[in-house]
């Protein structure tokens, strides 16, 4: 059975950083791009970014909403995606999503940045 | 970056009632790289089509996907209870995915 699962969400002040962790099992993890999707309150997705299996370079891709203050990370070893959130914003409140490939979604993780 | 369009905003059909859901693309999207994606309320989205037209596993045959270039279509042939939720479009063809706002399907 496949699993993904977020951890890392809670309350934040604005500015701090916090790291989101995706872990993961039941599918080849290191063949799959991993993604990440937030949904603010009452809103529709948004995709954040995502990260490319090593094969392809482990390159990651950032939405512009969100570049040059999250990035995306990996270890293969482990089948845990990461994303590390800096200088977060009262906007950045969301609930995170870690998805592999195109359609093992997890359940979310709470972020509020108050 | 790749925008998608998805119209009706809302939907406002009766079950055994037939669901058709647009979703439009600013430049032409690989049908490779198409997906739709299904969020009842209060619970994480799930995966229903990908590469334009494929089900998922465990995906009902009354949801079908269809289209080309720019302008893609999700049916539901028949609303069943459970079928009253968001739908959102995705495209992986550009390096920076996108979704479309989703549709509404609501009794």
């Known amino acids: 059975e496949v699993q993904v699962v977020e951890s890392g969400g809670g309350l934040v002040q604005p500015g701090r950083s916090l790291r989101l962790s995706c872990t993961t099992s039941?599918?080849?993890?290191?063949?799959?791009?991993m993604s990440w999707v937030r949904q603010a309150p009452g809103k529709g997705l948004e995709w954040v970014g995502r990260?490319?299996?090593?094969?392809?370079?482990?390159?990651?891709e950032i939405a512009a909403s969100v570049k040059g203050r999250f990035t995306i990370s990996r270890d293969d070893s482990k089948s845990i995606a990461y994303l590390q959130m800096n200088s977060l914003q009262t906007e950045d409140t969301a609930v995170y999503y870690c998805?592999?490939?195109?359609?093992?979604w997890g359940r979310g993780t709470l972020v509020t940045v108050s | 970056e790749i925008v998608l369009t998805q119209f009706p905003g809302t939907l406002s059909l009766s079950p055994g009632e037939r669901a058709t859901l647009s979703c439009r693309a600013s430049?032409?999207?690989?049908?490779?790289?198409l997906a739709w994606h299904q969020q009842r309320p209060g619970q994480a989205p799930r995966l229903l089509i990908y590469?334009?037209?494929t089900r998922a596993t465990g995906i009902p045959d009354r949801f079908s996907g269809s289209g080309s270039g720019t302008d893609f279509t999700l049916t539901i042939s028949r609303l069943e209870p459970e079928d009253f939720a968001v739908y959102y479009c995705?495209?992986?063809?550009?390096?920076?995915?996108?979704f479309g706002q989703g549709t509404k399907v609501e009794i």
């Open positions: 998805v592999g490939a195109v359609g093992y």
């Open positions: 039941g599918f080849s993890f290191g063949d799959y791009a």
């Open positions: 990260i490319t299996r090593k094969f392809y370079g482990g390159t990651a």
């Open positions: 430049q032409s999207v690989n049908s490779k790289f």
């Open positions: 590469e334009t037209s």
């Open positions: 995705q495209q992986y063809d550009s390096s920076l995915y996108t």
